[in-house]
């Protein structure tokens, strides 16, 4: 079936380390991005790529960061620079981000906390 | 910029009550409409979406939505609501053309039905 798989489902950090969400799609998609949930503020972006090797910010880009080396995957990386990481991160792609008509697929999401 | 704001942050009815959740939204060009539905444990889903064409659009399990332009609304309506309808509902924009496909959500509504 083609999805999108996120790993670990449940991370934890100590404060003051790095720490790497996988993402993975085999949808054949371009774009990909990152989202950030919490409760009561919805999703925030973290950042998205629409092609390999090519990456933007989005909303919230600080203590982030991410590459996009294939196709299929777009891992996060949570640095020690972000002050408060504790959150769930939703990884989503899209079939056509040029007209935006199709949203997003999503993956099933990794919870961080730092302890 | 743009931005999404649902009125609803937590809404409790019982079973075979109606529903309707706000969503207003602020951009000033043409824009693509979702709604998604997040059910306890599950990733996101597409529940339906508008970017043409009739603005009363259906949706998967029951649900429609309409477009009002003048009004920059999308609510999001079932009839009559179940059980298993108790999940948290997002709705998101983004721009219709020259965009990246980037998503913009609101805060999320949660919907508790009582059996």
């Known amino acids: 079936d083609g999805g999108i798989t996120q790993s670990p489902k449940y991370l934890f950090r100590k404060e003051g380390q790095n720490v790497t969400l996988s993402c993975e799609q085999n949808?054949?998609?371009?774009?990909m991005y990152w989202y950030r949930q919490d409760p009561g503020q919805g999703l925030r972006l973290i950042y998205y790529s629409q092609i390999v090797n090519d990456f933007q910010k989005g909303d919230i880009a600080e203590g982030y960061s991410v590459s996009r080396e294939k196709k299929e995957s777009f891992p996060l990386t949570v640095t020690s620079a972000q002050k408060n990481p504790t959150a769930f991160y939703l990884c989503?792609?899209?079939?056509?981000?040029?007209?935006?008509?199709?949203?997003?697929?999503f993956g099933s999401g990794t919870r961080l906390t730092v302890v | 910029a743009q931005s999404v704001s649902q009125h609803n942050h937590h809404v409790i009815l019982s079973e075979a009550a109606s529903l309707e959740l706000g969503c207003n939204y602020s951009?000033?060009?043409?824009?693509?409409l979702f709604w998604y539905v997040q059910y306890p444990g599950q990733h996101l889903q597409l529940l339906l979406k508008y970017f043409s064409g009739d603005p009363l659009v259906k949706g998967i399990k029951g649900f429609e939505a309409e477009f009002i332009k003048s009004k920059f609304s999308f609510n999001l309506r079932k009839p009559s609501v179940q059980w298993s309808d108790t999940a948290e509902y997002f709705c998101a924009v983004n721009a219709a053309s020259g965009n990246t496909g980037k998503l913009i959500f609101g805060q999320g509504t949660t919907l508790q039905v009582k059996p």
């Open positions: 989503a792609s899209s079939i056509d981000p040029g007209t935006g008509r199709h949203g997003y697929t």
């Open positions: 951009y000033g060009g043409t824009v693509n």
């Open positions: 949808l054949n998609h371009d774009a």
